[in-house]
Each structure stands twice: as C-alpha cells, then as structure tokens.
C-alpha cells in the first residue's frame, strides 16, 4: 500500500494536504515552545567551563595552555563566537543553540522530502528531536553533542541529496567535499562523531558504482570526503602550533583524557554496548521507540525510505560505540544520536499518522492521545527539581509576566545536586566586592561559573580543580599549578566543599579535603591568606 498522494485521487490529495497543514502546525508549535524553553536556560557546571575558555579565546589566550579543560576545541569556539557575536551573556551560546536547532528542522524538512516524499514527515522528527533536546535542559543542553549532531543532520542533507543525486561528476564531488568537512568539524566536537564519514562515504560510492560501474570513479567520494575532513582538523593543528599551545593540547587529549575515560570501564564491551543502545531507545521518550517500530511495520512510502534507514542506523552504531567507549553514559553524550533516531521515528509517526486518518478521524484523534500520553510518560529530564512541565511552566511565566526576576528564576531552576546557579551568583558578588578590577582569583573547586560572573582574571590556566585531584596525572597538574600561582598570585581563592565526583575523580574526597594530600597548596593558602566569609559550602580566602 502506498502512502503517497496520486494526482489521480484528487479529493484524497486535498484531504491529505489539510491533514498535513494540521500535523505541520503542531510540530511547528512543538519546536516554538521547545525554543522558547532552550533560549532561558541558563549555566551548568559544563557551560561555565565553555564561556571562561571561550572569554579567554577572545582574549587572545589558547584553550589548554591558558583556559584548560578536556573537551576537543571545538566547543570552546562555538562559545567564543557566541559571545563575540551576541555579547557576553549565558542567552548568548542559547541564542546559536537555536539558530543551530532551527536551522537541522528545515534539513530534517530536506531530508523528509528526499527520502519520504513529504516535508511533513521530516518536520514531525524534528518537532521530536528539538522536544528531546529541550527536555535535557540546562545541564545536557549547549554540549559538544548538540553542535555536533546538528553538523551530522546537515551532511545527511549532503549525502543524499547534491553527493549522490546531482547530474555531474564534478558536483557530486564537491557535494562530497562538504559533507567530509562537516564531519571534519564534528570530529572536533567529539572524535566518534567524525566517524559517521565512514558510513557516508560507503553510501556516496556504491551510489557512484551504480551509476558508473568503474572502480576508479566509484573510489573518488571516499577521497574526496576523508581529504575533507582532515581540513578543519588541521587548520585548528595549525592555529595551536603557531600560537605555542601544540604541547598544551597533546598532554590533555592524549595523556589526561585517556585516564578519564578508562575510570567508567566496568563490565564486558558488548554490556557496555547495549546497554548505550537500551538507553537511547528507551532512556529519553517512549515516542522514540514506538516511532521506529511503526516505521519499520507499516508500508514504504518512497523508494528511497530503506537505503535512508540503514544510513542513519549506520551513524547511529558508530555513534553509540563511542558513547559505549567512553562508558559514563551522561545524558548529553546521547546529544548528537538523539536527532537520528528522531528523524526514524518522526517517519512512523507519520505513517501511523495517515494510515489511521484514512480509517477514520476517529481513529486518528485516538492514535493522537496514544503519542501524547507516550510524550508525557517518558521525558529526558532527570535530577533537576521539578518535572519538566512545571520548570517549562515557571520559564513561560516569566516570559509572559517578568516574575520571578531572572536570578530568582536562575536560583529556583538551575541547581542539581551539588551545583546551584544561584550559589555561583552570590559568590561571584561577594568575589567582585573583595577585589579590584584588575585582581587575579583562584578557584579551588568545581566551580567556573564564578570566574565569568565576576569578571575576574584566572590567577592559574586550571579554571577547576579535577586535574590536580586525579592520580594519573596530579604530578605534572599540581606542578603547573603551583608555578601559575607563584607567577600571579591570586588576591582571592575560594574552596569548595562537598563537590564530590567518584565517576570523574576517581575517590570520594571533595576539594576541601582534598587539601589534605596537597601539602603545598594547603601551606600557600595557611600562610598567605586569611578566611573572610563564606557562601554555604565556599569559603573564600583573601591574602593578608
């Protein structure tokens, strides 16, 4: 049975397109009201580690030498041009979240057209992907995931569209080209996102084959593609080299990462495996799962619906084996699969959609509560205060009415576990009020945010404290450490307690404690410096 209008069926064409006007408005509604959510999320613990490494990018400084974390440089990137082009503010990096978000809706439109003969298709996988990804709020959102998922869903549109469709040889080969530097960057984003260029280029040239039949033709998109994406990789190689930061950049990719990662590895690699697959089908939305079984059950509706499956169910294994790979299965690196397994599902949907509508509208009112009350059984938000309703509830009401003020809606919504938004805020004053404009700090903890919103100098390139708590590289961080502090000694330091991370540093010492067993950090901050207040778990010291 096929599902596509014929131009013979004409009242059937016209029913059809007023039943896709009435889809298309909800899934248009959907992903408005989604963005409208992303946009007032404010900081997490990791968005403060992007916007103080993204500041001091625009300040000429280099990620790793200057502003250290461990993400790829990417990220770091995204949050400097986001400042630099809408100003320093956390609705800065929200406000490129959803351009970027918008954006991947009209190529899953693209790409629902392409594949599925109908635009509408496309959208209702999308309205899914962007409800998913405002759902993982503040903390899961803005992650090196979302901006590389968005880069993947546009080099879908690459691949099967311009790279295997145009008329000429040439255009098919620069259709190759960009979808080989998107992943290029993506790469950047996270390295198993650079993978799905594999999967890409095993696509583009049994389509070259096919059309051709020459094996040296046929050989030309996987060149063309590989070679494109080493670019953006190498210009980034080039920009570290020629500022001095090549050494920075080695010691935390290739010898600090590599001890982080091995702290989740517990358990055989095929459980670690499955269970990434589990918690992506079933983890952040039952429409996920019920939506892929639909369009696995229900009739093809285009030629060109099965190749598309199996290109995105070969991205999403490479996906999913680095999720598995880096075995700490955090909801963001779910970030950049969750729009594949979206735009699968928004194809049942649709087809369930218009195979109940032409039953009855009986039928499709009651197929329409089924997703609605799968929508609302599983949601992706986890440990935040509040279910996500009521959080979406208290942002409308402060877009509508302006109250709560934005601290108190910052303080009310943006704490889990031992991080608070709030706290950070206060802390950041009190920072501000003891010292000058031009003073250094240091922060001995897992709090960055307090070195953006105080608009403080670093006093050392470590903006958090994991590197010098962990065992298999403390050494050479406590050394680099120390001599920054020595170099510019900070006016204030501030100390964190009960910030306790087994799963990142491997112990169950908090920052305070951990002063223990740094005798020379814990000497420096006795002699030099004096408690002069403190901020429910952060002391902060000021020099005598």
Partial sequence: MSLVATPSAAPLGRARATADDWVARVAWGVIALSAMQIL??????????YAVVGD???????????????????????????????????????????????????????LGRTLFDSATAGLVGAALAVMIHAQLEFWHTAQPESFGGMLTVFALVQVTGSAVTAPTASARLRAA??????????FLFKPPLGGGVLVCAAYMTRAEWLRSSRPGRASMPVLVSGFASLVPI????AWFWVRGALPALRWTLFEFTPGYTTLGWHGTPHGLLWYAFTELLFGFSFVVPFGIALAVALPVVSDREREALM???????????GIAMQAK??????????????????????KAFRWTKRRS???????GAIVVALAAARVALRHNPGTFW???ASRLAFLVARTPSRDELDAKLYHVADYDLGLDRRAARDVARLTGPDDAIFVWGFEPSIYWLSGRRQASRFVYDVPQRVEWQRDVARRDLLTDLRATPPRVVVVQHGDVFKYVTGDEHDSAAALDDFPELASLLDEKYRLVESVEDLDIYRSR
């Fill in 40 to 49: 007032l999320f404010g900081f997490g613990r990791d968005q403060g580690i």
């Fill in 390 to 392: 009521e959080r979406s």
């Fill in 361 to 367: 509208s009986l039928a499709a009112l009651a197929y």
């Fill in 177 to 186: 080209a960009v979808v080989g530097a998107l992943f290029g960057c993506a």
């Fill in 311 to 321: 290109l995105v169910t070969g991205i999403v294994c490479i996906h999913v084996t």
């Fill in 56 to 110: 001091a990018i625009l300040d000429g400084r280099m990620p790793y030498r200057d502003a250290w974390d461990f993400k790829p440089p990417a990220i770091f990137l995204v949050f400097a041009f986001a400042e630099a082009l809408f100003g320093k503010a956390m609705s800065s990096v929200r406000l490129l979240e959803v351009a970027g978000l918008v954006g991947m809706v009209f190529a899953f439109r693209r």
């Fill in 234 to 237: 190498a210009a980034v190689l």
């Fill in 329 to 350: 299965f955090f909801q963001y690196h779910y970030g950049a699969t969750l729009p594949l397994v979206s735009l699968a599902a928004g194809l049942g949907l649709y």
